[in-house]
């Protein structure tokens, strides 16, 4: 059964194949997502360590030191060790991922490249490279190279072929009815979002905003889709996951990640069925026949539709098809033909004659589609 507990779990001698939904598992990515069933995983976001290469202290120009990323787990002995990492981690996050799940991939000039040319040797197929522009970057205070204001992110399916997920509308949505595009400018994590210590340092170096995995959780999953953080630290896919309706399993061997990431998921309440709804296009609305519409009597053999100029007309036949201008087809083709037309969409063309009014057919296929999401809707006991 599905549970939003946010406990921690060891991944060895996991009981069933079970996925262990809705759970911070503690160990190291490669072995914790060995464990876990293949093709179980709908996408993958990782947040690897970015291998930064630090050569000493960098200081403010008061002299202040910057609170870099130093920790251990980001510390390898050269690019042999970290493409080896890499090729290892991605190689086990692919088993894992259902034949039409995708990948997230985010770092910095440092890694991201290295990380991409990885992924295809592994037959990731990359959908998109999106440039995650800081709107608050930090400076640069050596003043010795530009201000390092953006990192990108790699979105990948697990294969050519893969039917992934992505809701074009409801980015489209998101970003006031405009196509969105693949520069996102959103701020670092600043103020009450950026989590602390018991001493009041950063919790962690690199956490990253809320809103970036919004947008990718819109953009490239469902409601009730399993999401996987592989470098989970403090947990931000994961409280993104919970408010948004999607299940989480987050995979850190820091302890005191772990901690951290448990007490903020305590916190995160998942939105109601009615917030999570987004807006969807034509495209993903059930496909309806025009013949449907001729056998269930919404329109009669023999019945003549009209172009709204009345200019063409045309008769229904009782195999859904059409007839005008001895030019016969479906709605689609007789339309284009008697408009000399390369195309032509016959739901919206076609209209009929109802009490003196124009009427187009697509209002009974509007009212078949509504039947048929009524009958999907679950009806309470």
């Not at 262990?20 to 093709?39: F, R, Y």
Request: proline share 5%.
């Amino acid at each position: 059964m599905k549970t939003e507990s946010t406990r921690r779990a060891e991944p060895r001698g996991l009981a069933s194949r079970e996925l262990p939904l809705n759970q911070i598992l503690a160990g190291d990515c490669i072995e914790v997502m060995n464990s876990l069933p293949e093709s179980s995983v709908d996408l993958i976001f990782a947040d690897p360590p970015y291998n930064l290469q630090l050569k000493g202290d960098l200081h403010r120009p008061d002299n202040s030191k910057v609170d870099a990323v130093d920790d251990h787990w980001d510390q390898f002995t050269g690019f042999a060790a970290y493409d080896q990492f890499t090729r290892e981690w991605l190689a086990a996050a692919r088993r894992i991922l259902k034949p039409n799940g995708a990948i997230w991939v985010i770092g910095s000039y440092h890694n991201i490249f290295r990380v991409g040319a990885s992924l295809q040797d592994a037959g990731y197929w990359i959908l998109n490279d999106v440039i995650w522009r800081k709107s608050n970057p930090m400076p640069n205070f050596r003043g010795k190279r530009l201000t390092n204001a953006h990192e990108t992110m790699i979105w990948a399916s697990k294969s050519e072929n893969s039917k992934y997920t992505f809701n074009y509308e409801a980015l489209k949505s998101l970003n006031e009815g405009i196509q969105m595009r693949s520069d996102w400018v959103l701020p670092i994590c600043t103020g009450g979002e950026r989590l602390k210590d018991d001493k009041g340092d950063k919790a962690h170096p690199t956490q990253k905003p809320e809103s970036l995995l919004h947008r990718i959780l819109i953009g490239s999953t469902n409601p009730g889709d399993v999401v996987l953080d592989l470098f989970f630290g403090t947990g931000t896919t994961g409280a993104v996951a919970k408010m948004l309706g999607r299940d989480f399993i987050g995979i850190e061997r820091e302890e005191a990640y772990r901690e951290i990431a448990t007490k903020r998921l305590e916190r995160v309440r998942r939105l109601d069925a009615g917030a999570l709804a987004t807006t969807t296009g034509k495209r993903a609305e059930p496909r309806v026949p025009f013949g449907q519409v001729v056998e269930r009597g919404m329109l009669r053999p023999g019945e003549e539709l009209y172009s709204l100029d009345s200019r063409h007309k045309a008769k229904v036949r009782a195999d859904g098809s059409l007839i005008g201008n001895d030019v016969k087809g479906s709605i689609h083709q007789v339309g284009a033909a008697l408009q000399r037309a390369p195309s032509c969409n016959g739901w919206t063309y076609w209209h009929f004659r109802r009490e003196g009014r124009m009427v187009p057919i697509d209002t009974l296929r509007q009212q078949i589609r509504a039947e048929m999401q009524a009958e999907d809707t679950p009806r309470p006991n």
